[in-house]
């Protein structure tokens, strides 16, 4: 039987996700991290309920010198990780860039 248009879509954001997360990861071995910060942000904005690609994002944006949204990334990282029960990152470490950025974010 044919698949719903709406359950194609979401195949094809979670294949266009994984290939946007896959190339910003490519960018961060080339130290290319603006380039690694738009790929990853085009990731969640398809998949913004992957845990994952909230903590890429937030890692990148904190390495071209955008601590606010870096901490608020951090932070959806650490809900849908909590939420999801499973990571491909150290949530302890997400907690630890959170603690350090709200010192830093006024």
């Known amino acids: 039987a044919e698949r719903p248009i709406a359950a194609k879509e979401v195949d094809r954001a979670r294949s266009v996700g994984l290939t946007l997360f896959t190339l910003g990861n490519n960018y961060i071995d080339q130290t290319r991290w603006p380039d690694a910060q738009q790929a990853f942000f085009q990731a969640y904005h398809l998949q913004p309920d992957n845990p994952d690609y909230a ?12 601590p606010k949204p870096a901490l608020d990334y951090y932070r959806r990282a650490a809900q849908l990780a909590a939420a999801k029960g499973r990571t491909n990152f150290s949530t302890a470490a997400v907690q630890e860039r959170i603690s350090k950025l709200e010192k830093v974010v006024r």
Do not use: P
């Not at 903590?55 to 955008?66: D, S």
């Open 55 to 66: 903590y890429n994002l937030a890692v990148a944006l904190e390495h071209i010198g955008q």
